[in-house]
């Protein structure tokens, strides 16, 4: 059983910063693919960025591209999201997913882990 827990969301003004952190319990960190994903009420949730267990493959949905960058430190257990120039369209709710055994993550298919969620406002 692996339990994650997001941090780091919050209000910003449009063109700000915030760095989102993902814990997880649990041993063999370095075994799951991890990702985020955010949602909007009403919408589905969409794919954000992902990294491999080892964190040397990293994708990005496009509109992130430049702007946000996925890390990982498996000493830590720790997932992050880095995101700069954030604009008024990245305000969602963002959920780290973490799926075991899996090259990488593009999808919410099959994912074995999600987190609580995290907040995100980007203010105009």
């Known amino acids: 059983q692996v339990q994650l827990v997001e941090s780091g969301g919050g209000l910003v003004q449009a063109g700000g910063s915030l760095r989102l952190s993902c814990a997880a319990s649990?041993?063999?960190?370095?075994?799951?693919?991890m990702a985020w994903f955010r949602q909007v009420p009403g919408k589905e949730r969409e794919f954000v960025a992902s990294?491999?267990?080892?964190?040397?493959?990293?994708r990005y949905e496009d509109s992130v591209k430049g702007r946000f960058t996925i890390s990982r430190d498996n000493a830590k257990n720790t997932v992050y999201l880095q995101m700069n120039s954030l604009k008024p369209e990245d305000t969602a709710e963002y959920y780290c997913?973490?799926?075991?055994?899996?090259?990488?993550?593009?999808?919410?298919?099959?994912?074995?882990?999600w987190g609580k969620g995290t907040l995100v406002t980007v203010s105009s």
């Open positions: 649990g041993r063999a960190f370095s075994d799951y693919a």
């Open positions: 990294i491999s267990g080892i964190g040397i493959v990293t």
């Open positions: 997913a973490a799926k075991y055994k899996a090259p990488i993550v593009l999808t919410n298919y099959a994912i074995d882990y």
